[in-house]
């Protein structure tokens, strides 16, 4: 099974902070990544897909990139509303998501 | 518009099995493979598996190999996840997505099944 490994596990932030969340694969999974976001009680949305496109609608704030085994999910400037939990997931062999990063109001 | 629509909260009993729907609308049911991923409280997301709606063909993650099932009804455009054998560390909240090439969405907005005797 692959692993996905994702850093830090909890991050503390400001408002207009630029953040970014590493995800790191057990072996290479070329771009067949995702990065969601997921708020309290409410079920994950799709921020980015192929490692590094953005799905419509998601501000441009966010972005991806990397490919292989070493993937990152940058935030350019925090808006209140970002403060959530961010998954990644891969679906080159079935499918395995991170444990997640907490990003919580400093 | 794409829509997901999964069944109300469950609450069972140790050793009894459970049965989720979650109802597809907006699009052909038939084009999109389905997965269904579950979250125990304060926890990640759990990949259990995925269903081909048009051939009915099934993947399981090996954790729940033998306990899960997954199966459809094309006529009503709704996908079904069963889980039996149920034991407390079931409890979770189960949601239901579809398969776009390599990534999901959208997804139902959870179904919380308790497991408690």
């Known amino acids: 099974d692959i692993q996905l490994t994702q850093s830090p596990s909890f991050l503390s932030a400001s408002v207009g902070d630029r953040v970014t969340i590493t995800c790191r694969a057990s072996q290479g999974i070329s771009s067949y990544l995702a990065w969601y976001q997921q708020k309290p009680g409410k079920a994950p949305k799709l921020l980015i897909y192929a490692a590094s496109t953005l799905q419509s609608g998601v501000p441009s704030r966010f972005s991806g990139s990397g490919s292989g085994t070493e993937f990152t999910l940058t935030i350019s400037s925090l808006q209140p509303e970002d403060f959530a939990t961010y998954y990644c997931q891969q679906l080159n062999s079935y499918s395995t998501f991170g444990q997640g990063t907490r990003l919580e109001i400093k | 518009q794409v829509q997901l629509v999964q069944s109300g909260a469950e609450v069972k009993k140790p050793g009894a099995s459970v049965k989720v729907s979650c109802k597809a609308s907006g699009y052909t049911f038939t084009s999109y493979d389905i997965n269904w991923v579950r979250q125990a409280t304060g926890q990640g997301l759990e990949w259990m598996g995925w269903?081909?709606?048009?051939?009915?063909?099934?993947g399981y993650a090996q954790k729940f190999q033998g306990r899960v099932t997954m199966t459809r009804n094309t006529s009503i455009s709704t996908a079904y996840m069963e889980l039996s054998s149920l034991r407390s560390e079931d409890t979770a909240v189960y949601y239901c997505?579809?398969?776009?090439?390599?990534?999901?969405?959208?997804w139902g907005q959870g179904t919380l099944v308790t497991v408690s005797s």
């Open positions: 997505a579809r398969r776009l090439k390599t990534w999901f969405d959208p």
């Open positions: 269903m081909n709606p048009n051939s009915g063909n099934t």
